[in-house]
């Protein structure tokens, strides 16, 4: 009987180690996000963290924003952008400067705004014509300069400015329409040479591409035949905290910075990637000397809602400092007593640890009606119309 209950607890403890899965060992310098544990729950206001500044965006007949996408700011300028209209440039304090109108059908005008990317230096902005493949560049006064062409084989999606000579993006081929991934690059991260459109691939090599397209039809309707896809969105595989630059490779369990010109590792994932049945990845939401703010998000098809998975992840919150991880269940703005939106994928400042959020103008006139502001951005909304422009809501990370 002794002899049985030996061999008995053996073989679970053999179990035990071909199901259970070990840290990771590769560096033992290097943090480790374990994205399965529960950690401790807090609800945080922004300003705990962060200073805020609220700088509503003037508005005059000429600067009647729409969507007002894709902002970018600097110590002098905010810059949006309508997607299939205007670029408009601000000051700093929210005056209107231009209205620059690109979008058309011409050799020096753009089809739509897939991304927008800022050399404030330079004053030069440059659109990602994602349609037209090519990248067009104007002055801060609208004059067009010239255009980059893409590499045959390459859609960028997420493009920064990098420096005087590059910038960076991440090439996603065609994932929507390509269900095979036969076109997928096995060094997707790009530096963009702004004079040549050579581009040099940063040293990040994947074996396998994963999608955020969940679900891929083709629809034959009229003798037409179409593509339509599912794709879950707003998750970037690169993200910038000014010019130090966040890469979560979903394929990979190491996350990276690149600054300076070094390809560095900054942490590991755990558990790995490849140890789910289907995909859990890192989206990054604020980049920080000192806090990591992301979502683990299982890439899983929602037929109600396709973007249920990102809603339903939690916001954990790794204080690169103190290595603590928190789970934050709650973000808000105490001005405001409302949760503040994390899906700032599209907003980038040239300032270090300073992001942007924004909020409509026509639901903070309501809530000041009601008596639900305070403080600094009671003051800012009780000037405003409900028509008036959108509030930017600067947080600069403590």
Partial sequence: MMKNNILF??????????????????????????????????????????????????TTDSSVIGMGLKKNISEKYIITSDPYGPVFIFDRGGKHLQTIHGHGQGPEEYNMIYGLAVDFKKEEYFVN????????????????????????????????NLNEQYLIGVNEFHDTANIDNLQMDRMPYHLIDKNTSVCTPLPITIDRWISKTLERRIITENKIT????????????????????FISEFSKDTLYNYKDGQLSPLAIRYPSVDSYDTPVVISPIIYADNFLLFKPVELRLDKDYVFAPYDEAPL???????????????????????????????ERSEQPNCFISTMATSQLCEEYEEGKLKGKLKDVVSKLKEDDNDVIAIYKIK
């Fill in 9 to 58: 607890l053996c073989l679970m403890l053999a179990l035990s180690a071909c199901t259970s899965q070990p840290k990771p060992q590769k560096d033992s310098t290097l943090p480790i996000l374990d994205i399965s544990k529960e950690y401790p729950e807090i609800e945080l206001d922004i300003h705990e963290i962060a200073d805020v500044e609220y700088v509503p965006l003037e």
């Fill in 316 to 346: 954990l919150m790794w204080n690169r400092k103190t290595n603590e991880i928190q789970h934050i269940t709650r973000l808000y703005d105490s001005n405001r007593g409302m949760r503040i939106n994390s899906n700032m994928q599209y």
């Fill in 129 to 160: 014509d994602y349609n037209r493949k090519k990248i067009q560049v104007y002055d801060f006064k609208g004059k067009w300069k010239y255009n980059i062409s893409y590499p045959k084989g390459t859609y960028y999606t997420y493009l920064f």
């Fill in 226 to 245: 179409t593509m339509e896809s599912t794709t879950l969105g707003l998750m970037p595989r690169l993200w910038a905290n000014s010019y130090d630059f």
